[in-house]
């Protein structure tokens, strides 16, 4: 009922918790924060908040248009609708370090439980597309110390994301991670890294937490979360996954009820009124009411033709 019962600090505490157990914890990311009622339900470790999908769901490319407030904002919605720790993408700070420091202390009022925070320069790119362009170690280094040093809660997670090896050899890649984690860095973002093998050795390499991106479409294969987790890493997202899903869904929607002049052939696909209801708990809220959920709520098309509602 209403939002969350975990306080962000509760979340940051459970979020280093499970980085720490290993095995591949999965992060789906959600466009919206209804989805993180059906990713907690289901039993998922956490919820991440993508940079592309906020960018997307605006109508905007994933090139460094969004601004701080607006993620935040965003950011901040979606974390208090659950009790699991979100993790947001910081894409490269929104400025230049000391901007960087302010986006943290954001992040932390917004209740987020963690950020990464990216090597490449503006207009950055999808870390799956070619033709990056990166920022050099020291300005790597910097951003990930002003994070670093302006959190309050300890426990906020600072996760270095190196795009490094989309324009460089892994062993380059490896040395920039050893610096990242050097500069204060708690958990390493490894970008497009070529396949399972090259997982093993960044995990290998060093002794703090390593994300996996599987991200459709893009330079990765989709590694199951076994494999992932037998390569050493020890969370792992579906950043794109569930607004693609939607998106499809919807095209598919729409162009039923231009052919048909109805959207009944799409009605079995979708989620119940009912469903919808208990996703959004109006029934915990007669606790304060009990006027506010007292109707039948119908769960056939048919019933729901026929309440009018
Ligand atoms: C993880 C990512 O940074 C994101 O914003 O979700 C993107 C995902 C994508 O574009 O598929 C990325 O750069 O990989
Ligand atoms: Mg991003």
């Known amino acids: 009922m209403l939002y969350s019962n975990k306080t962000p600090a509760q979340k940051r505490l459970d979020l280093r918790a499970m980085l720490q157990r290993g095995g591949a914890a999965q992060f789906p990311g959600t466009f919206t924060p209804l989805g993180t009622k059906l990713i907690q339900e289901q039993g998922f470790a956490g919820v991440y908040i993508s940079g592309a999908v906020l960018a997307n769901e605006l109508g905007l490319p994933d090139v460094g248009l969004t601004t701080l407030t607006e993620v935040a904002q965003r950011g901040m919605q979606i974390a208090r609708s659950t009790d699991l720790p979100c993790v947001i993408d910081a894409d490269t700070g929104f400025g230049e370090p000391m901007n960087l420091a302010r986006t943290i202390q954001e992040f932390e009022d917004a209740g987020l439980a963690g950020a990464h925070i990216e090597d490449q320069f503006n207009p950055k790119r999808c870390g799956h597309l070619d033709g990056k362009n990166m920022v050099d170690l020291d300005t790597a280094i910097k951003r990930i110390a002003a994070a670093a040093d302006a959190r309050r809660d300890p426990n906020f997670l600072i996760m270095a994301r190196t795009d490094l090896r989309g324009v460089d050899t892994l ?53 199951t979360r076994e494999q992932l987790a037998s390569a050493g890493v020890a969370m792992v997202i579906y950043p794109v996954t569930l607004m693609r899903s939607a998106m499809g869904a919807m095209e598919r929607t729409l162009a039923t009820i231009k052919a048909d002049g109805t959207q009944e052939g799409a009605v079995p696909d979708m989620l ?24 039948r709520v119908p769960t056939t098309d048919i019933d729901t033709n026929n309440a009018n509602l």
Not at 188 to 217: Q, W, Y
Not at 277 to 283: I, Q, S, W
């Open 171 to 223: 062993g380059a890649t490896i040395e920039r991670i050893k610096a990242l984690v050097e500069a204060g860095a708690d958990a390493i973002f490894p970008e497009a890294l070529k396949d399972l093998s090259e997982f093993k050795a960044v995990c290998d390499a060093v002794d703090v937490p390593v994300l996996a991106n599987m991200t459709e479409f893009g330079k990765s294969e989709l590694y």
């Open 272 to 295: 119940t009124r009912a469903r919808l209801y208990e996703l959004v708990d109006y029934e915990g809220y007669n606790r304060f009411d009990n006027g506010i959920f007292n109707f």
